[in-house]
């Protein structure tokens, strides 16, 4: 049985044919490591289509669809190319929060010029030294009249340098480990909030990723997200979808490396026969394909725990977890299939590879997931 209805099935249509055209010819205009840049335009273009988020409410500019319907489009997107791919969906990083816990003012002002492309965002919580230990963060916020001060340094927040506003964790009740973490919007021609260093990466390069100060910088008060002192059970809530996101992520890129290597074995030959003709590479391209498919059943059930109001925690863990590795695991055959054509910059797979190893970190390391799934198994899972 499958879950896809024939509305998933258009919209898988319309998503490859969109990225085919307008994402795959331009991916290496995106890779050159002096040039970061986010493509805008295709941002654009994806926000008009409903292409961004469309399981969002229509009223906020998404489509009202299901949220199978936004694990496809971020599976398609990646698999024509996981650099722009991700970069443009990751535009849209900081609404997930505003939209399940902030107010109807936050939602319009916010959440839907980013849907209709018209601002940029991002989520900002990792800090230097703080990443998979969150409640190690120390970034503080402090209100002072009806403004909420903050100070800190914050690392690899995506999009911060194009963002036209990102929301900042911080803390609250610094002594609270999680319990004291709460959730900003702040707009980033705020004073005192300075992007200060692209990060220069091995991949994803269509993605800004930077490093800020933050220094006395003041939001009012109705910027704060949900409640005080609340931020960490608001982040892990949206975690638990978006890591299904970042699962569909890894399973396109493993699929368009797949595609890839897939064609080049029918057309490459050696010893006097298409290379595809040897059962070695066949096996390699049949492994490939079973953790493929193994991802992607993975990856909806979990999408279908969210869409039936279950806890996706536990089964949202093992997607993100799986798909990031097979991920890796399969761009790195499909470079093996091109031989040394696979080492170079003119053959797809080497960007495929570089580009979708993040998938395995941002979210929650794979080190994480599995601590996560440890401690999610229960009576009713085990
Ligand atoms: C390209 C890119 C984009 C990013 N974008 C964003 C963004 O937009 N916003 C944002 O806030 N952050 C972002 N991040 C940061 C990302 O979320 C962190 O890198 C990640 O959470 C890991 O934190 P860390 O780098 O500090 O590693 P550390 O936490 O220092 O981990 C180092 C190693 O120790 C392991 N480890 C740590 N704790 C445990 C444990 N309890 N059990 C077992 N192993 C453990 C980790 O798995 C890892 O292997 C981005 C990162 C990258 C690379």
Redesign the pocket.
């Known amino acids: 049985m499958t879950l896809l209805t024939a509305e998933h099935e258009a919209i898988r249509d319309a998503v490859r044919e969109f990225a085919e055209t307008e994402i795959e010819p331009i991916a290496r205009e995106y890779d050159d490591p002096g040039a970061v840049q986010f493509p805008r335009e295709v941002f654009q273009e994806a926000a008009e289509l409903d292409f961004l988020a469309p399981h969002y409410p229509e009223e906020y500019g998404g489509a009202g669809m299901d949220f199978l319907g936004s694990v496809i489009v971020h599976e398609e997107f990646n698999r024509a190319d996981p650099g722009i791919g991700t970069a443009v969906l990751?535009g849209k990083?900081g609404t997930e929060m505003i939209l399940e816990y902030g107010d109807e003012w936050q939602k319009s002002e916010f959440v839907r010029p980013v849907l209709e492309g018209e601002a940029v965002c991002?989520?900002?919580?990792?800090e230097p030294d703080?990443?998979?230990?969150v409640a190690g963060m120390r970034t503080t916020a402090e209100k002072d009249g009806d403004e909420w001060v903050l100070n800190g340094s914050?690392?690899?927040?995506?999009?911060s340098p194009v963002a036209e506003f990102m929301v900042v964790?911080a803390k609250t009740t610094p002594d609270a480990g999680h319990n004291g973490i709460s959730a900003f919007i702040v707009p980033t021609e705020t004073d005192g909030f300075e992007v200060e260093r692209d990060?220069e990466?091995m991949g994803?390069r269509a993605?800004p990723?930077a490093e800020i100060n933050i220094s006395n910088a003041r939001v009012p008060e109705d910027h704060l997200v949900g409640e005080v002192d609340r931020g960490f059970a608001q982040l892990m809530e949206f975690f638990n979808e978006n890591r299904i996101l970042v699962a569909a992520n890894a399973l396109g890129a493993a699929a368009g490396a797949f595609r890839h290597a897939y064609e080049y074995a029918q057309e490459r030959e050696a010893f006097d026969q298409k290379i595809s003709d040897f059962q070695g590479l066949q096996w390699k391209l049949a492994d490939m394909k079973t953790d493929i498919e193994t991802a992607r059943s993975t990856t909806y059930r979990a999408a279908g725990e969210v869409m039936a109001e279950n806890d996706p925690r536990h089964l949202a863990s093992i997607a993100k977890y799986y798909a990031s590795e097979i991920c890796e695991d399969v761009c790195s055959e499909a470079i093996q299939i091109h031989g040394g054509y696979g080492y170079t910059r003119e053959f797809p797979p080497e960007k495929f590879y570089r580009d979708a190893r993040?998938q395995k970190?941002?979210?929650?390391?794979?080190?994480?997931q599995?601590?996560i799934i440890y401690d999610s198994i229960d009576e009713a899972n085990r």
């Open positions: 990751t990083f991002g989520t900002s919580i990792s703080a990443g998979s230990d914050k690392t690899w927040a995506s999009n964790m990060i990466k994803l993605s990723t993040v970190i941002v979210e929650g390391t794979s080190e994480i599995k601590n």
